[in-house]
């Protein structure tokens, strides 16, 4: 499968950085630019797509992914964004003071709409990337059986 992330296709597109599209044009203007890159990114085959975190906020995103593919929810705590984003200074929402509130409020409100559209919600707990990887897809693998013989 071709692997694309939705915000560095963006970028490579504008030639400017989502932290740039941010400042000139908001939030709003980013998320447009957002749901035209999802269009061109699913409709193409064979993809592995990793979108933005705010891309499931619009109806018209979460419809788009759930009828183009298997959607996976990769579940982490805000605990471990914390840590993993300790050193992130490339992500425009959370350019403020407290993070922590800022990423509880984001996923109050983010959550509820993975959740809805996923095909698999996968919690990735402390699991290095090899088991990560490894285990997800045996849950893929599964849910095609499954998937396979419900047609069958």
């Known amino acids: 499968m071709d692997f694309y992330d939705s915000d560095r296709q963006l970028e490579a ?3 400017a950085s989502v932290n740039l599209i941010f400042d000139v044009e908001g939030e709003s203007g980013f998320r447009v630019r957002e749901t035209q890159m999802l269009q061109n ?5 064979n993809v592995l797509l990793a979108t933005g975190g705010g891309a499931v906020l619009k109806r018209e995103n979460r419809d ?3 009828q183009t593919g298997l959607v996976i929810y990769l579940q ?3 605990k471990q964004q914390l840590h993993r984003l300790s050193r992130d200074r490339t992500r425009p929402l959370l350019q403020c003071e407290d993070r922590e509130h800022k990423l509880r409020d984001m996923a109050d409100s983010r959550n509820p709409l993975y959740e809805e559209i996923a095909d ?4 990735c707990l402390n ?3 090899a088991i990560a990887a490894r285990v997800l897809a045996d849950r893929i693998h599964g849910l095609r059986e499954t998937k396979t013989s419900d047609t069958a």
Do not use: A, D, H, N
């Open 127 to 129: 699991r290095g990337p």
């Open 41 to 45: 990114l699913t409709s193409r085959s």
């Open 76 to 78: 982490i705590s805000v």
């Open 120 to 123: 698999i919600v996968f919690p």
């Open 13 to 15: 597109q504008t030639g």
């Open 64 to 66: 788009m992914l759930s």
